[in-house]
């Protein structure tokens, strides 16, 4: 996939992998928003509900707990 994208944005294209069950697909975006859409085996696509987060850092909230889930799995993957 990389080799099909433009050189900048090859460079900024991530792949990691993990050895972990999939309990959330979650993108961080910009540092300050996140998409995370729950792995429902006998739900799949549009069945599955897909959460827009915005980082609120004057309140606790949802961003926090899935920016530090997703930090803590890509701590522990392998890069390729």
């Known amino acids: 996939m ?3 994208l433009d050189p900048e944005a090859a460079e900024r294209l991530e792949i990691h992998v993990y050895d972990e069950t999939i309990r ?8 300050s928003t996140c998409v995370v859409q729950p792995y429902l ?7 599955s509900p897909t959460l827009v987060i915005a980082d609120n850092t004057a309140a606790d909230g949802l961003f926090p707990v899935f920016d ?11 890069p390729v």
Not at 24 to 31: A, S, T
């Open 24 to 31: 959330f697909n979650i993108l961080i975006v910009d540092g």
């Open 68 to 78: 530090q889930v997703f930090t803590s799995i890509w701590e522990r993957s392998t």
């Open 2 to 4: 990389r080799d099909r």
């Open 41 to 47: 085996p006998a739900a799949r696509g549009v069945d």
